[in-house]
């Protein structure tokens, strides 16, 4: 592709992403030279355009290709266990209100969850239900408030999902099964991208039964720093049945790459060891791996221990860490439940979830 074509691209993809995020020229070119660099042959034009466009500042790392084990629901081949679009509940406060009357199984926020009174500490609710991803239908609205409202910072921002757990068939632990959903982040009340400074939060769990949850958030004991050294926050991490934080993601993309206001897919893919018996080894078959847009995050398996992946800051895992996945069976998910910190509030949104076993 000639350089005057690319730098034609850049612009344009540049110029789509600004408009759409309200963000910087600068961060928009950066998020157009990851698009770019994914595909290759524009890697060199792309480093000098985009490095003239920002001022010579220091760019992102190129995102990895997508990952093609990214699992999808194949209708006729893997089992739906549930899904969920928003689209059947009445938007704003009384649809809120009015989740109880309707059928299980459904989704629950944290005023029927947990008792939580609909307005927040900062006087805006604490949850809603708004219009969905792409203008459409609907999507279930979390809003985190300053950290100033909270004690110590720390609040709960919780959706349940099925509501109540067990209104579908629990997932035995010899399955393997994949959840995807959708999120977007809005910008904060400082006018910044939003961030889970200082602390983080659970972002999603899943619980078993009986015992304790399984989750994977954004937490800060994985560094701070891409492999290229610049400064990328808070690392998506794993956190088998509460026995600690392993598996610490070592690529693009990290929170930061996805909180410019767009919508973006995460997918999961989780199968739980045959046998366990943590802190002694285990069956070592189980595992979980994650995707952030078809990228893979997370990756916590006996197959990709030890391994660095290309562009990586670290393993994926170790066979230690393996062993503390459970061997229990799924019921229910919540997310993003406990936000462990946030100095300004921004909404967290959810669209098209999807459950389903793979066969």
């Known amino acids: 592709m000639p350089a005057s074509q690319i730098a034609r691209l850049v612009h344009r993809i540049a110029a789509g992403v600004s408009g759409r995020s309200g ?15 994914s ?3 524009l890697l060199v034009p792309s480093i000098l355009l985009l490095s003239a466009a920002c ?21 006729g081949v893997d089992s739906l266990v549930w899904s969920e679009n928003f689209d059947r509940y009445q938007q704003g406060a009384a649809g809120v209100n009015a989740l109880p009357t309707y059928s299980a ?19 805006i609710a604490r949850y809603d239900i708004v219009t969905g991803r792409g203008g459409a239908g609907n999507a279930a609205l979390v809003h985190l408030f300053n950290s100033s409202f909270g004690a110590g910072g720390q ?53 078993p039964p009986s015992g304790d949850r399984t989750q994977i958030g954004p937490y800060v004991n994985g560094g701070n720093k891409d492999y290229l050294g610049n400064v990328v926050g808070l690392k998506f991490h794993v956190h088998p049945a509460s026995r600690g934080e392993v598996a610490y993601q070592p690529v693009h993309p990290y929170l930061t790459d996805v909180n410019e206001g767009n919508w973006h897919r995460f997918t999961i893919l989780y199968k739980a060891n045959t046998t366990n018996n943590w802190p002694n080894p285990s069956s070592r078959d189980g595992f979980v791996r994650a995707w952030i847009d078809g990228h893979k995050i997370l990756d916590l398996s006996a197959a990709a221990a030890g391994i660095t992946p290309p562009q990586g ?43 389903w076993v793979k066969h």
């Open 155 to 207: 609040q709960t921002a919780r959706i349940r999902w099925p509501e109540p757990p067990g209104s579908v068939p629990k997932v035995p632990a010899s399955a393997t099964w994949a959840m995807s959903f959708w999120f977007r982040m809005t910008t904060a009340t400082n006018g910044q991208p939003p961030t889970l400074q200082p602390s983080g939060s659970k972002w999603i769990e899943w619980w």
């Open 39 to 41: 595909r290759g042959s």
């Open 23 to 37: 963000r910087s020229t600068p961060h928009a070119l950066k998020v157009a030279f990851r698009f770019l660099t």
């Open 55 to 75: 001022g010579g500042s220091t760019l992102d790392a190129p995102l990895p290709p997508p990952d093609s084990t990214e699992p999808t629901f194949t209708p």
């Open 105 to 123: 199984p459904r989704f629950g926020f944290g005023t029927d969850v947990s008792g939580q009174p609909l307005i927040g500490p900062d006087g």
């Open 313 to 355: 800051t670290k393993v994926w895992c170790t066979l230690t860490e393996v062993d503390e996945i459970s061997s229990w069976d799924t019921t229910h998910f919540m997310w993003p439940d406990i936000i462990n910190g946030t100095t300004y509030g921004f909404d967290l949104l959810y669209d098209d979830l999807t459950w």
